[in-house]
């Protein structure tokens, strides 16, 4: 049996996740559901 996230383009396997968290319809909660999943990068001026 093929593993079939490899047949699928990196678009469909984001996609596929983002209905999976039930965010692929509204911006809103698609941006909060991120911000729990990543961290934001480090502002480059508190460094200087």
């Not at 383009?9 to 209905?19: G, I, M, N, V, Y």
Request: proline share 4%.
């Amino acid at each position: 049996m093929a593993n079939s996230s490899s047949s699928k383009t990196q678009l469909d396997r984001f996609k596929e996740a983002a209905r999976e968290l039930e965010t692929d319809d509204d911006e809103a909660r698609f941006n909060k559901k991120l911000g729990k999943l990543v961290k934001p990068k480090p502002d480059a001026k508190k460094n200087d």
